[in-house]
């Protein structure tokens, strides 16, 4: 897993390269949504979570309802019919997602995948395929959220009439990876928490989840992704003391008032007597006193990407790795290994083949 992090920069400049893949991609999207025909981005798991953060991108690239974000076994459940299926699956396997690009491609959708295996069954069935360069080999997957995060960036920019600019990226992944140790050491800071919650508002709700997952992933505890506001609507009553809380707040999107509002939900966990971090910019964590976060807060430097769909993008990538250090520094002082994913167990194993016979 952490080698996998540490090539993240460098992935960067390939993925953007790769102009023909997006520019056919994005094209169809244009022509579906010039028809008013849905484009839906579909995943599971870490992929689904990459799904919804490419839907977002697109939709500022192409405002409009015709761009959402579906979970792969409802899409394959009940297809929407024309426009466009855009999957997500890393190898490119995975039978929910196949499933929801036949169900797509016999409901008239024209139909695309974002991979790292060029040789799948998944690339071999769609009309269009962005394959990225590196195959995670980590079950606990970091370039398997990060590769279709930045794909889905180069498809916006051309869907936008513009290029995406991979260097720049490569340089901000580097930024964000010097603060490796911090990330590390607020990891540490939790370990005696017996579960954790991460909430995000926009765009970070996102990453929340995926940070959640990669936890349960990594790590062996129980964890939970929420909206920001979710938190503060009751959940906080089954909140104490060994109960920790990451916020996220990182999304340029109305920054002043998603800030103000998590250092609310902040002083309330406080309160409780919960340990407290966050994933911050630094504009955001300049505007909140110290002790909101009772375990420390990773910094980022604030970044100044110009147009929306880089800084979004800009957003979603630096939380993608920031939130994949911090999962390693809780994954170090859990003493767990996060690249099997329990499955050197025989009981996991064998619940893992259960729950997905095709797998096994």
Same mark, same amino acid.
């Given at each position: ?67 959402? &974000?579906?979970?792969?076994? !409802? ?5 929407? @019919? ?11 396997? &995975? ?19 974002? &991979? ?55 340089? #901000? ?10 990330? !590390? ?37 129980? @964890? ?5 506001? &979710?938190? =503060? ?8 003391? #060994? ?24 002083? @309330? ?41 880089? @800084? ?12 994949? =250090? ?13 690249? =099997?994913?329990? #499955? ?17």
């Amino acid at each position: 897993m952490e080698e996998m992090i540490a090539a993240e920069p460098d992935l960067c400049e390939p993925i953007a390269g790769a102009r023909a893949d997006a520019a056919r991609i994005a094209e169809a999207i244009a022509v579906a949504c010039d028809a008013g025909q849905p484009v839906v981005v579909t995943g599971c798991g870490t992929s689904e979570h990459a799904a919804m953060v490419v839907a977002e991108l697109l939709r500022e690239a192409r405002p409009g309802p015709s761009i959402f &974000t579906r979970q792969a076994f !409802e899409a394959a459940l009940d297809p929407a @019919a024309g426009g466009v299926c855009l999957a997500i699956s890393h190898e490119g396997e &995975t039978a929910a997602t196949l499933a929801a690009v036949v169900a797509a491609s016999q409901a008239g959708a024209v139909t695309a995948l974002l &991979t790292a295996a060029p040789l799948s069954r998944g690339a071999r069935m769609v009309d269009h395929r962005f394959v990225t360069p590196v195959l995670d080999r980590s079950w606990c997957h970091t370039v398997g959220y990060l590769s279709p995060i930045i794909a889905g960036g180069a498809i916006a920019s051309a869907l936008g009439g513009a290029t995406l600019d991979g260097a720049w990226i490569k340089e #901000r992944l580097r930024e964000i990876l010097a603060t490796q140790e911090t990330a !590390e050491g607020l990891g540490g800071a939790l370990h005696d928490v017996d579960r954790l919650v991460v909430v995000g508002s926009g765009l970070d709700r996102i990453a929340a989840r995926e940070l959640a997952l990669k936890i349960e992933e990594g790590v062996h505890v129980p @964890a939970v992704g929420r909206d920001l506001e &979710t938190e =503060l609507h009751g959940h906080l009553v089954s909140a104490d003391e #060994r109960c920790g809380l990451v916020v996220i707040a990182l999304d340029p999107a109305a920054s002043d008032r998603r800030a103000a509002r998590a250092a609310d939900l902040l002083r @309330a966990c406080r309160r409780l007597g919960m340990p407290t971090t966050a994933i911050v910019t630094s504009g955001i964590s300049a505007a909140w006193p110290d002790p909101l976060t009772s375990v420390g807060r990773l910094v980022l430097p604030a970044p100044s990407p110009a147009g929306r769909v880089a @800084a979004s993008l800009s957003a979603a990538t630096d939380a993608a790795v920031a939130l994949q =250090l911090l999962a390693v520094g809780l994954i170090h002082a859990a003493g767990t290994n996060p690249d =099997l994913i329990r #499955r050197e167990d025989a009981a996991y194993r064998e619940a893992a083949a259960l729950a997905d016979p095709a797998a096994g």
